[in-house]
């Protein structure tokens, strides 16, 4: 089953600090791969492994949602170089069905990390790909994007969040 389960708000590993990639094994290979078809399949434009239950540094991004190859792009333990500026924009996320929120994000960034093959990488990014960049950091500091929202309004989703499911909402 190469499209794992998305795990919602509530789900320990969405919610903890993920362990930094020691070793790119057949296991991280494995995972990274199952993470951009899940990714594809939701569809969504980025996925951290947190989001499919592994507590792990890795993290997938693909503007394109699988039209451009070129543009898919996996990450092993990716950090910020740089962030400049300072955009707001409505964000949602696969892991928080539902929600859409004004998140205030740096509107540049520069990201370092390493690929599949084990060399290191630097991205820069500016717009959707640099919020994209930071909620998917965020989610391996066990952070969402609900986590920016004032208290108030956080509250406000969390109840939101606790609701039972409504019949035929399709999502
Ligand atoms: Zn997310």
Redesign the pocket.
């Known amino acids: 089953m190469p499209v794992r389960k998305i795990v919602t708000f509530g789900h320990p590993t969405l919610h903890q600090a993920a362990l930094p990639v020691r070793e790119i094994d057949q296991e991280i290979v494995q995972l990274a791969r199952d993470m951009v078809l899940t990714m594809h399949a939701a569809p969504g434009i980025?996925?951290?492994a947190p989001?499919v239950a592994a507590g792990k540094r890795l993290i997938t991004v693909d503007l394109s949602v699988g039209e451009k190859p070129e543009e898919l792009i996996v990450l092993i333990n990716p950090e910020f170089m740089e962030t400049d500026g300072e955009a707001v924009s409505e964000e949602?996320?696969?892991?928080?069905p539902g929600v859409h929120e004004n998140v205030r994000r740096p509107a540049r960034v520069l990201v370092k990390g390493i690929d599949l093959e084990g060399k290191e990488r630097v991205i820069e990014g500016s717009g959707i790909l640099a919020r994209v960049f930071c909620?998917?950091l965020?989610?391996l500091e066990g952070r969402?994007?609900i986590d920016h929202l004032s208290p108030l309004k956080k509250a406000l989703v969390k109840k939101k969040l606790k609701k039972p499911k409504e019949i035929g909402r399709g999502e």
């Open positions: 980025g996925l951290a989001q949602g996320c696969l892991s928080v909620h998917e965020d989610h969402l994007f």
